[in-house]
């Protein structure tokens, strides 16, 4: 499940198994009353459910880490592989399905969006992050720059510093970005981390 997507009917199938299995009186008998549906077995144990895993919404979740780590672990053989195949000039948030992709690649791109609302970087030295295709904003409902200025569109997070990457070059801020995302971008605090 962390591989491949599997097909709605399978994780049914998958799912009766296991209610089968929880509910049948005897293993010769294959009778057995359901006491609880599945759905409710699903719910968490404090709100009266048995903590079962959904595998609807699980099996997208384990794709969803394949994922973060072609985001996270840029530099390992797969992310290198995917990445020269599949989106040789933008970033997994970004990518596209593509020509005749592969089943894992089509798995792992379905989850992109499970990703994509879940993932925010923190703002290091700013080399790596895209100020227009990451995110990065301290913004919970939107953390994307909603500014379109033509000189953002390559452009790194690294560019907006000042020379001594101590402070926001608030020059260049008021010339290419909305209100909104420079009050956001000067909220962001500097770290001494060399990170991304």
Same mark, same amino acid.
Request: proline share 5%; glycine share 8%.
């Given at each position: ?24 009186? #005897? #293993? ?13 077995? !699903?719910?968490?144990?404090?709100? *009266? ?16 880490? $394949?994922?973060? !780590? ?5 530099? #390992?053989?797969?992310?290198?592989? +995917?990445?020269?195949? +599949? ?10 399905? *593509? ?12 989850? $992109?969006?499970?990703?994509?609302? *879940? ?51 608030? /020059?260049?801020? $008021?010339?290419?970005? /909305? ?13 001494? !981390?060399?990170?991304?």
């Amino acid at each position: 499940m962390s591989v491949f997507l599997l097909h709605i009917e399978t994780g049914k199938h998958i799912e009766g198994q296991m209610a089968s299995f929880w509910w049948k009186s #005897s #293993s010769t008998s294959k009778k057995g009353i359901h006491w609880i549906s599945w759905d409710r077995m !699903c719910h968490h144990r404090i709100v *009266g459910g048995m903590g079962f895993r959904n595998l609807r919404d699980f099996n997208p979740a384990l794709l969803g880490k $394949q994922g973060w !780590c072609l985001i996270s672990r840029p530099q #390992s053989l797969v992310a290198k592989v +995917y990445k020269a195949r +599949y989106f040789p000039n933008e970033s997994f948030l970004m990518a596209q399905l *593509g020509n005749n992709p592969n089943f894992v690649w089509r798995s792992i791109w379905e989850a $992109q969006d499970i990703v994509h609302k *879940g993932i925010q970087w923190q703002v290091g030295n700013g080399y790596s992050i895209s100020v227009l295709g990451d995110p990065w904003l301290p913004n919970v409902d939107n953390p994307f720059v909603v500014s379109h200025h033509l000189g953002l569109v390559n452009a790194k997070v690294h560019s907006l510093m000042r020379l001594d990457d101590k402070s926001w070059d608030l /020059e260049i801020l $008021q010339d290419m970005f /909305e209100d909104l995302d420079i009050s956001l971008i000067t909220k962001i605090p500097f770290t001494s !981390c060399p990170g991304d």
